[in-house]
């Protein structure tokens, strides 16, 4: 027995220092892992540094040349300027070779894909062709889908190099006859890329994101080219472009026992890399290079008339930098120049004008209603603003305002006490003119659930007259389907009816959502726009029928449960 007692013992004694062993190896490979870390984590610290001093030169080599271009022109301060500018340059330099270390030490992106995903319908081997872009880096692949709802792709996975004045673009096309015909096109800032840990990522193709592409994105910032082959661009390989950042050892660090600590330190790489990112990313010094110091250089060609350059410059008169302003100079220089193109026909008009253009500058999206403002409230960039004149297609900025001010005012007629008169001026052209501002097509959606019946017949007439304008109509359909998801159920009623009177069948699948609000008028809402249109409304509303007799016998059975444990 004790013979037998020692064997077993022996046994144990082997498998233990067995397993030990193993552990020792998995130290060693952490303790190696975190020491890249650490090697990784200082050299972005000291690149960002380094690039915090260099920006804070280029800054003050700005306003010293624009403190030379007011001055009076003489000898020595035509010598200043010149070696001021030669300065600069290597400045910009240096900084633009920084931003080439800082892709090295981004890595690499692991994008493997995952499927698409769609609220509609879709055909049995439907062919989709699926084209990721950054930079001058390119993955297609096409794939199916099969009888059994699987998908099939001829390609996986991928790998891009960080490029970090480039955003992902993605491009989904779907076969159709003899040719692809495009499904939807979205721009993904890079910088959401860059995730401690691997994430999945849903990205809306479309506008109204009825089709979503599903990627798992994985950010390895060391070397791992021998695991998946990289992309063929005409650029260094990773190989040659990290062989002069870790040309020297990484020096030796007390070692970590705690794994943990591995994904604390993925972390602060991560925070360091994203914030350096940041600054890249509002420093486009390769832009710098071709391009002078002025604002003007930033505009569009299209967007440069003189009256706008003039605004503009009297906007920043009194700013350290040409490139953004005070909210508040902003608003002032509005209503120096164009307070004659505001046609006020009520006090107060002209400020309501100004402030609602100032909002309609900051904020993301023309139409979607946003809940947070996504930047400063009290600065206004030039880039803000040539968004804007970009997004309205805006030739004359005092044009532009005279249509906000027509607006203001049709508004304020909505929101008073002869707002049945208003809504029966509204066709025609008065119609086209509009731009239309969200909060305009919020009224126009809240009168119809007005308490006095004959102004939500009104309304409804007008809505069901705007259906007939192309451009009226695309936008006012992609914010009502927007506003289905607010929380508020007046909202919800108001655009579900807009809706109806849109004739917006690609918003169906969204309306039909509108049967799991326990408010009953909400359902009788959605139920009568749902069957008012035609036949893809009547299949829609027996999925929702369908749903709701679901819920009703869930909610028997759950009652029929409660009352046997009483």
Same mark, same amino acid.
């Given at each position: 027995?004790?013979?037998?007692?020692?064997?077993?013992?022996?046994? =144990?004694?082997?498998?233990?220092?067995?397993?030990?062993?193993?552990?020792?190896?998995?130290?060693?490979?952490?303790?190696?892992?975190?020491?890249?870390?650490?090697?990784? &984590?200082?050299?972005?610290?000291?690149?960002?540094?380094?690039?915090? &001093?260099?920006?804070?030169?280029?800054?003050?080599?700005?306003?010293?040349?624009?403190?030379?271009?007011?001055?009076?022109?003489?000898?020595?301060?035509?010598?200043?300027?010149?070696?001021? #500018?030669?300065?600069?340059?290597?400045?910009?330099?240096?900084?633009?070779?920084?931003?080439?270390?800082?892709?090295?030490?981004?890595?690499?992106?692991?994008?493997?894909?995952?499927?698409?995903?769609?609220?509609?319908?879709?055909?049995?081997?439907?062919?989709?062709?699926?084209?990721?872009?950054?930079?001058?880096?390119? *993955?297609? &692949? /096409?794939?199916?889908?099969?009888?059994?709802?699987?998908?099939? *792709?001829?390609?996986?996975?991928?790998?891009?190099?960080?490029?970090?004045?480039?955003?992902?673009?993605?491009?989904?096309?779907?076969?159709?006859?003899?040719?692809?015909?495009?499904?939807?096109?979205?721009?993904? !800032?890079?910088?959401?890329?860059?995730?401690?840990?691997?994430?999945?990522?849903?990205?809306?193709?479309?506008?109204?994101?009825?089709?979503?592409?599903?990627?798992?994105?994985?950010?390895?910032?060391?070397? #791992?080219?021998?695991?998946?082959?990289? @992309?063929?661009?005409?650029?260094?390989?990773?190989?040659?472009?990290?062989?002069?950042?870790?040309?020297?050892?990484?020096?030796?660090?007390?070692?970590?026992?705690?794994?943990?600590?591995?994904?604390?330190?993925?972390?602060?790489?991560?925070?360091?890399? @994203?914030? @350096?990112?940041?600054?890249?990313?509002?420093?486009?010094?390769?832009?710098?290079?071709?391009?002078?110091?002025?604002?003007?250089?930033?505009?569009?060609?299209?967007?440069?008339?003189?009256?706008? @350059?003039?605004?503009?410059?009297?906007?920043?008169?009194?700013?350290?930098?040409?490139?953004?302003?005070?909210?508040?100079?902003?608003?002032?220089?509005?209503?120096?120049?164009?307070?004659?193109? $505001?046609?006020?026909?009520?006090?107060?008009?002209?400020?309501?004008?100004?402030?609602?253009?100032?909002?309609?500058?900051?904020?993301?999206?023309?139409? $979607?209603?946003?809940?947070?403002?996504?930047?400063?409230?009290?600065?206004?960039?030039?880039? +803000?603003?040539?968004?804007?004149?970009? /997004?309205?297609?805006? +030739? =004359?900025?005092?044009?532009?305002?005279?249509?906000?001010?027509?607006?203001?005012?049709?508004?304020?007629?909505?929101?008073?006490?002869?707002?049945?008169?208003?809504?029966?001026?509204?066709?025609?052209?008065?119609?086209?003119?509009?731009?239309?501002?969200?909060?305009?097509?919020?009224?126009?959606?809240?009168?119809?659930?007005?308490? #006095?019946?004959?102004?939500?017949? !009104?309304?409804?007439?007008?809505?069901?007259?705007?259906?007939?304008?192309?451009?009226?109509?695309?936008?006012?359909?992609?914010?009502?389907? =927007?506003?289905?998801?607010?929380?508020?159920?007046?909202?919800?009623?108001?655009?579900?009816?807009?809706?109806?009177?849109?004739?917006?069948?690609?918003?169906?699948?969204?309306?039909?959502?509108?049967?799991?609000?326990?408010?009953?008028?909400?359902?009788?809402?959605?139920?009568?726009?749902?069957?008012?249109?035609?036949?893809?409304?009547?299949?829609?509303?027996?999925?929702?029928?369908?749903?709701? !007799?679901?819920?009703?016998?869930?909610?028997?059975?759950?009652?029929?449960?409660? &009352?046997?444990?009483?």
């Amino acid at each position: 027995v004790e013979m037998d007692f020692l064997s077993s013992q022996q046994r =144990e004694t082997k498998r233990n220092s067995r397993l030990v062993s193993r552990e020792r190896k998995n130290l060693c490979v952490h303790e190696r892992y975190i020491r890249r870390l650490e090697f990784q &984590i200082s050299k972005v610290e000291e690149l960002y540094e380094t690039y915090c &001093i260099q920006w804070r030169l280029c800054q003050g080599a700005v306003n010293m040349k624009r403190a030379f271009s007011l001055s009076p022109s003489t000898r020595a301060s035509r010598e200043s300027l010149l070696e001021l #500018n030669h300065n600069h340059r290597h400045s910009l330099q240096d900084m633009s070779v920084m931003e080439g270390e800082l892709e090295i030490l981004l890595g690499e992106l692991h994008i493997k894909m995952k499927g698409t995903h769609t609220h509609t319908h879709t055909h049995t081997h439907t062919h989709t062709q699926v084209v990721v872009r950054l930079g001058r880096q390119r *993955w297609r &692949i /096409r794939g199916r889908i099969e009888s059994d709802d699987t998908q099939c *792709w001829d390609e996986e996975e991928i790998v891009f190099l960080p490029h970090i004045h480039h955003n992902f673009e993605i491009k989904v096309t779907e076969a159709k006859g003899l040719g692809w015909q495009m499904v939807g096109m979205v721009t993904c !800032a890079s910088a959401d890329f860059f995730v401690a840990r691997p994430q999945l990522m849903l990205v809306d193709i479309t506008e109204l994101g009825t089709i979503k592409l599903q990627l798992e994105v994985t950010w390895n910032p060391f070397d #791992n080219t021998e695991k998946m082959r990289p @992309l063929s661009v005409s650029r260094q390989s990773v190989s040659s472009r990290k062989s002069s950042v870790y040309s020297w050892t990484a020096p030796n660090t007390p070692s970590f026992t705690e794994k943990y600590f591995i994904v604390k330190l993925n972390y602060s790489l991560q925070v360091y890399t @994203l914030l @350096l990112l940041r600054v890249f990313v509002h420093v486009p010094v390769l832009c710098w290079l071709r391009l002078s110091f002025s604002s003007s250089s930033v505009l569009p060609k299209a967007q440069r008339t003189r009256d706008l @350059l003039l605004f503009w410059e009297e906007c920043v008169n009194d700013a350290t930098s040409p490139f953004c302003c005070h909210s508040e100079s902003f608003s002032r220089t509005l209503r120096k120049r164009y307070t004659h193109k $505001v046609k006020a026909k009520q006090p107060g008009q002209s400020e309501k004008v100004f402030s609602q253009l100032l909002q309609q500058v900051q904020s993301a999206c023309r139409m $979607v209603p946003s809940s947070r403002s996504i930047c400063s409230p009290d600065r206004v960039t030039v880039f +803000q603003l040539s968004v804007y004149l970009k /997004r309205w297609s805006i +030739q =004359e900025l005092g044009d532009h305002i005279s249509r906000l001010s027509k607006e203001e005012y049709v508004l304020s007629a909505l929101r008073g006490p002869k707002r049945r008169r208003a809504l029966n001026k509204l066709q025609g052209r008065r119609i086209a003119s509009l731009l239309p501002l969200g909060c305009t097509l919020q009224t126009l959606a809240a009168l119809q659930t007005d308490s #006095n019946h004959k102004v939500c017949k !009104a309304a409804a007439s007008c809505l069901c007259r705007a259906a007939g304008c192309k451009a009226f109509k695309s936008k006012a359909v992609v914010y009502y389907t =927007e506003s289905l998801k607010s929380s508020d159920v007046q909202i919800q009623q108001g655009s579900c009816l807009a809706l109806k009177c849109l004739k917006a069948t690609e918003s169906v699948d969204h309306i039909a959502d509108l049967y799991k609000s326990p408010d009953e008028d909400l359902r009788s809402a959605a139920r009568e726009t749902v069957l008012s249109f035609g036949k893809k409304g009547y299949q829609a509303f027996q999925r929702m029928d369908q749903l709701y !007799a679901e819920m009703q016998e869930e909610a028997y059975q759950n009652q029929e449960t409660e &009352i046997t444990i009483l």
